[in-house]
């Protein structure tokens, strides 16, 4: 049994945004997991800055103070391991080797200046002095959350083979936003630290010190970074409205482009920003949470057949839960297909009401988003007589009594032939002799 339920567009809606760039997008709801767009984002790719956002939070899940003091190490500044000096994959800070500073302040200088010796001075602290052991935990760590194909090779974001997907960036950024002292760092315009000065953030969302046009405050910038020269550009947002939270994750896109002479800095047409600038206003107006299936939704009310019942032929079964979506307004029609399965072909009673009988699927556009038991809504009592009767039928239908009746159906059957053929035999003995045509059997 499959029933369409449909939902209709609102007249306020916003129009799914026409987006032409070829750039790795992947808009990922954060209380239903669902993605209401994604274009190529299970597409592996470098990790670009990304990777910074798994280093912050395994820096954070694995250090108790943050005002803690630790030291920048000489790997913090080599190029092996932040990249080669002017490198658009390697901004710096050129942090001194054998200097202080604190957890939160180096957080900030990966986080908003995007700095890739800040970066290792943690990696290189948490992992021990194994900087190789932080990558293994950031590879964990992804494999917990489901970001089945992303892998590190370093931390930083450097052109290392360091590999993830768009899918896989948004779901690291949703488990980076739940950490409200990382997200607050890095939605951050400017931040002031005691020791290294003021950071002006590098996600062009938050602030526009260095790029303008494309600040927009509705936002929390994650990170934003380029993988090599030729481009690779990342940037990861997070976004809240209507009670819902998004993460938005564009990726391998056109890089920037910088003029050291004029000290100007600029993105060409189809830029990761001009992206984000199309999504966030349809996020804001087309998507909503509803109800999709609940106990007391006719359309998910199912009849299972009853034996025994003098009263009853059916019972009716409602889902147990109540189910909700994201659902996209803008569309014409969204199709909710639920379908039923019971355990049993029928049920026998008595039956109690809220037995669970059986299950329905939860069809989106064909693809399953849910699986919710199903109960039983009343309750059937039970026939002794039909009881009775029933079980005299089953007993019938048992296979040694069944030859047993057609053994007395093959007797019976020859004692009426028998007998029929003796009479008939009697008939003509007395014919043959003599009664002849003038005799009729006497009346019974």
Known sequence: M?????????????????IASGNKICVLNIETGECPMKMDADVKIPVAATAKMMTAIVVYENVSDLMQKIVVPVEASSDTYIGPLGAISAPRLGLTVGKEFTVKDLLAALLVSSSNDAGITLAYFVGGGDINAFVGKMNEKAASIGAKNTEYKGCVGLDDGSVTTAYDSALIAAEFSKISTLLDISSSGRYVTSEMGTFHNKNYLTSDFLIKDYKLTAVKGICAGQANENGGYCVVAYYASNDLTYTVCIMDSSGE???????????????????????????????????????????????IPVKLSAKKDSVMTVPTETVTALTDITAEKVNYVPEPTFYQTAL??????????????????????????????????????????????????????LLIVKIMVFLAVAFVVWSFGSFIFRIVKKYKNGLGKDYYPPAD
């Open 257 to 303: 482009k910088r003029n050291p002479q004029a000290g100007t800095r600029w993105f060409e047409e189809g830029n990761a920003y001009s992206d984000v600038h199309k999504i966030i206003p349809w996020l804001k107006e087309s998507f909503e949470i509803r109800e999709i299936i609940s106990p007391q939704s006719k359309e998910y009310s199912f009849s």
């Open 2 to 18: 499959m029933i369409n339920v449909q939902t209709f567009v609102s007249a306020d809606a916003v129009s799914r945004p026409m």
């Open 348 to 401: 026998e009673a008595p039956v109690k009401e809220g037995t669970v009988v059986g299950e329905v699927n939860l069809y989106k556009n064909g693809v399953l988003v849910a699986t919710v038991p199903l109960v039983t809504k009343e309750s059937a009592e039970r026939s002794e007589m039909l009881a009775g009767m029933g079980r005299i039928a089953d007993f019938i239908k048992r296979d040694t009594v």
